[in-house]
């Protein structure tokens, strides 16, 4: 059953993000992964959130997100983005 991981980013430092941005697509492929949706316009339909930058992916099951995140690889780039932005992640299984 796939998995989607839904992220809002604030960026602090968008010249340094930059590097986070080039690197981060190979490894989540390399683990099935696929962006849906990466920083496009968004807007609140309900509510009180306030997002900054969201990103859409989606992976073929929960071994493949955590595969992913913790892939030493991805590492140096989940330090540079904790670094230069503030996150917040979650995942949730599809339908």
Do not use: C
């Not at 430092?13 to 696929?34: M, N, Q, S, V």
């Amino acid at each position: 059953m796939s998995v989607y991981v839904i992220v809002n980013i604030n960026i602090q430092d968008a010249a340094a993000y930059e590097a986070y941005k080039a690197g981060a697509p190979t490894l989540i492929r390399k683990h099935g992964g696929e962006y849906l949706a990466r920083g496009g316009a968004s807007e609140v339909l309900e509510g009180e959130w306030a997002p900054s930058r969201i990103a859409l992916l989606k992976f073929p099951d929960w071994a493949a997100v955590k595969a992913f995140l913790n892939d030493p690889e991805y590492q140096p780039l989940k330090e540079l983005r904790h670094s230069v932005a503030n996150t917040q992640m979650v995942a949730v299984e599809g339908v």
